[in-house]
Nanobody, 116 residues
Framework: QVQLVESGGGLVQPGGSLRLSCAAS????????MNWYRQPPGKERELVAS????????NYADSVKGRFTISRDNFKNTVYLQMNSLQSVDTAVYYC?????????WGKGTLVTVSS
């Protein structure tokens, strides 16, 4: 069965950094693009970053461009999200996601709270 398990969330001060990890299993990780989404309190879930299967190309939401970096390790079946210069607007539950042709799989999420 497909499993996506996020980790690395927590409380961080404004201007601080966190690195999120997503451990994947149950599918051929190296053949699929991976995504990070987030859902701030009271708001819709939004796409934050995407990375191609080989890691050759990445895309970011305008709101995080220049601050966040998505990467992957296909030997460890893990995708990462490095988050720098965090601000209160980045507070959200962050979700790891993979889209197949017909099915989208989601992790349970990890909470990132940016507060002083």
């Amino acid at each position: 069965q497909v499993q996506l398990v996020e980790s690395g969330g927590g409380l961080v001060q404004p201007g601080g950094s966190l690195r999120l990890s997503c451990a994947a299993s149950g599918f051929t990780f190296s053949r699929n693009a991976m995504n990070w989404y987030r859902q701030p309190p009271g708001k819709e879930r939004e796409l934050v970053a995407s990375i191609t299967s080989t890691g050759s190309s990445t895309n970011y939401a305008d709101s995080v461009k220049g601050r966040f970096t998505i990467s992957r390790d296909n030997f460890k079946n893990t995708v990462y999200l490095q988050m720098n210069s965090l601000q209160s607007v980045d507070t959200a539950v962050y979700y790891c996601n993979v889209h197949t042709l017909y099915i989208a799989y989601w992790g349970k999420g990890t909470l990132v709270t940016v507060s002083s």
